[in-house]
């Protein structure tokens, strides 16, 4: 005989209290790793802030810009792949480091690099 359904339950068939479905689990927060998404760079953009956005990072002030392009990252799957391929390929390659000049100073720091 089919047992008789008595409320929600969880996967292990416990029941769940209607009172915890009521409490947020998963609010972005200032410090959190979520944003909300009136907080992205690219939220409102329009083509005068980003004239801003690229005019402060030429006179060095890159953090909305970096900012601007994580988002971009992060919304467009096409475009973090091609990322991700270059960033792979940048770390695998052989690092190398030559002295600054001849001097034994010079030497000395670039052996304690390598």
Do not use: C, W
């Not at 339950?9 to 689990?25: C, F, M, S, T």
């Not at 971009?72 to 690092?95: C, F, N, T, W």
């Amino acid at each position: 005989m089919a047992e008789e359904f008595k409320g929600i339950v969880d996967r292990y068939g416990r029941p769940i209290a209607k009172a915890a479905l009521k409490v947020e689990q998963a609010a972005p927060t200032g410090s959190g790793v979520r944003r909300h998404d009136a907080l992205h760079p690219a939220a409102g953009l329009t083509p005068g802030r980003l004239a801003g956005i690229l005019r402060a990072s030429i006179d060095n002030d890159p953090e909305s810009y970096l900012a601007l392009a994580e988002d971009m990252e992060e919304r467009d799957p096409h475009y973090a792949g091609v990322l991700g391929v270059r960033k792979r390929q940048v770390s695998g390659l052989e690092i190398s480091v030559e002295a600054a000049g001849e001097d034994a100073a010079s030497v000395e720091h670039a052996d304690l690099v390598r």
